[in-house]
């Protein structure tokens, strides 16, 4: 809107945006949401999202993931428990030619939980005061149906891309990625990649990444009613949690003058999510398990970041007499998400960032994630630079009545299709 | 052994430990080790016990205890999830002349949880290096079979007492005494019993009470990658946890100088026996729950110890910003076991001290257990002077390869057989 019509590029890109269809936009989405696809029985979503691709016009390729293939690469990070994956990738534009960009977005979505607890059914969307309703909303169909539309709007409006943009459908997001990390082994990278995760239309050109740990702590059974007899694996727990409270303060101090990370008070949190141990009210117990989450600095490795948890517990261990002999167990496992970082210069950063304030009138913010997500393996197999940009606010994931705002799916669209036409180019 | 030859009655007393049979001890635990007996499943284990009454000719009595007329009693304790509950009751000498005494033991065992943790199979009871192995060997068949055998030796050397014993033998103790309440609701008190279980021959006029607590903890859910905008409920369960550490503390501190519990750093501990909370690695937990056991001083009510556990609980709350707004839930539940004392210059501590005294050769030791059992349902509804003792040592209960040391068990059926005499008297 606030394109200028001096320059041809920037009119195209105006034009572009302009042609984006909110109707095809909530119909693609809410087809999606129609279709249930948590880890490993995505493959009808992925059906549905091709079919989509081919009716506006893409080159659509499906095929069956080689899961022990992808699952031998290094940064693959799931367990192979499901019988199938598909791939699905639309292509727009000329692979040949100018810069490549890829939109990533997923399919699978977490299971609803208890449908009690839902005031909308979970597949079954609905708009209501200007949300759209339903499991996969906002993490992350309507996005993934937003890139869909951008790219429809250039179809549309006829525009040849110097360049060309492929539209990345995956599964397996969820539990680590391997959707996203098929994907690459079977296409290579691009110039640029855009996931589109909820981040409220902030320009992420940085994300945290995660890995998943579990702490055994060892103590002795004695009856409770000597207690004095056994060691509380529960308050030998505490010791460790102790240990990682510093730790978490420790890594996150550097972090505080990062302009990316300023809104976080701990943007690379250690958060304990389980806690399970004993077997009778009345012994002593002789084991706890904690499960977590470990936050990765992008400015790190995920074998650095473990290094640091292990040191943490064995040093906590070493001042305790009774875990010095017994020491707790780390143990890592279930999905890991890779750091990713741009630099905030990079042309993909500026072509979004110029993007989305045309929609909004007003400078876009950029910002940090701390989620995990599928960035990491675009930038560190892929090799490609990458930006999270979509719409709705990531803290309603995972929820019953999880929703997405229309109008910020709007604004997505359009400066999905300005960025296309400006990162890409017109011919 | 040191029985003074010149008094008739140590005389007596003498004679009927030394007709104390061995063989017949054994053989008769060992029956009763043979037949699993855990809670609700305890009635072959009570007529072999009937039987063996009956064997060695005691008057025998065998009922069906009426379970919703027991659990409607105030004191009443467990759940109602059994179909079948029986009481045996065999008795020995004049019920209407002297002093009555009660030898009462349990016929329930605890399961024996994975049987390759065993080195001898724990229904197939054995005898290796002077130690009767088995399920219940310790906790406390064979002590049972030991008061049986003090009344064998009384009627083998044809002692006609003055007044009477009545052995009870009862089911439930592990899950909060219902067949001991059943057992006194239906034959009254006495003027003293003795409750077999194990103390290493040591002599306790006082127990410990405890009782069984859940305490909810709640939290705030939140993305582990946002961990800062939920609200932990481990981290708040920890400061629940300090609060209880104090409270324990505080209540241990004023019986340090009480010489029966001089021999334990906490006699009324309060121990966290479980914990669970959270649903998800990745999730800040919102709920945690904690299962422990408090124990009970002889000197304060049930009701006492349990206000004290709420209040700290409350307190604790009370000091800290979200539990003052979410305070957590504290549930009693399960079984419950009051405490007891009886003075320790009663008649029958002075007569079991004198007769384990002379089958030791030394001063027997006086001193108070903190395990819950049924005494304390003998003495504050039976109004009964009771005391704990019994072979073994009760930290093996519970546990793979339980076993008792027949020479305790020797010395634990002569003693018994002296304090009947001593206690009740000869005609």
Not at 104 to 110: C, E, K, L, M, R
Not at 273 to 285: C, N, Q, R
Not at 305 to 314: F, G, H
Request: with cysteine; aromatic share 6%.
């Amino acid at each position: 809107m606030n394109a200028d019509p001096g320059s041809t590029l920037e009119a195209v890109a105006a034009r572009a945006a302009s042609a984006v269809d909110m109707d095809f936009l909530l119909s693609a989405a809410s087809t999606l949401i129609r279709i249930p696809s948590w880890k490993g029985e995505e493959s009808a979503a992925q059906r549905a999202m091709a079919a989509l691709m081919e009716g506006i016009g893409l080159e659509t390729e499906t095929w069956t993931i080689n899961l022990p293939m992808v699952q031998d690469h290094p940064e693959a990070s799931w367990e192979l428990d499901r019988d199938e994956a598909l791939g699905v990738t639309g292509t727009l534009g000329n692979a040949a030619g100018g810069p490549s960009l890829i939109l990533n977005g997923h399919v699978d979505v977490v299971p609803p939980g208890d449908p009690e607890l839902w005031t909308y059914p979970p597949f079954d969307p609905v708009v209501v005061d200007g949300r759209l309703y339903g499991r996969g909303s906002l993490d992350m169909k309507a996005q993934l149906a937003a890139g869909l539309t951008a790219l429809n709007a250039i179809r549309a409006c006829r525009i040849e891309l110097a360049g060309s943009v492929r539209l990345q459908s995956v599964v397996g997001e969820e539990d680590g990625g391997i959707g996203t990390l098929a994907a690459i082994l079977r296409e290579g990278g691009a110039d640029g990649a855009i996931v589109m995760e909820p981040t409220a239309l902030t320009v992420a050109p940085v994300q945290a990444g995660c890995v998943n740990f579990r702490i055994r702590v060892t103590g002795q059974a004695a009856h409770g009613a000597v207690r004095d007899e056994g060691v509380s694996a529960f308050e030998k727990a505490f010791h460790v949690f102790t240990a990682i409270q510093e730790l978490e303060a420790r890594r996150n101090a550097p972090h505080r003058n990062d302009p990316l990370f300023a809104a976080y008070t701990t943007p690379f949190p250690i958060s304990i999510g389980t806690i399970a141990g004993g077997d009778w009210a009345s012994s002593v117990p002789d084991h706890v398990a904690m499960e977590g989450r470990l936050g990765v600095s992008p400015d790190e490795s995920l074998s650095d970041a473990r290094n640091a948890l292990e040191r943490t517990v064995a040093d906590a261990a070493r001042r305790d007499p009774f875990l010095s002999k017994h020491p707790p167990v780390v143990e890592w496992w279930g999905g890991r998400f890779l750091p990713a970082r741009t630099r905030v210069t990079h042309p993909l950063v500026r072509a979004l960032r110029a993007s989305i304030s045309d929609e909004l009138g007003h400078d876009a913010v950029l910002k940090g994630v701390t989620f995990g997500a599928d960035a990491g393996l675009l930038q560190h197999v892929g090799e490609t630079p990458v930006v999270i940009f979509g719409a709705g606010d990531i803290s309603r994931a995972h929820r019953p009545d999880e929703f997405v705002e229309l109008d910020q799916l709007e604004s997505m669209a359009c400066a999905l299709a300005r960025t296309i036409v400006r990162f890409c180019g017109a011919a």
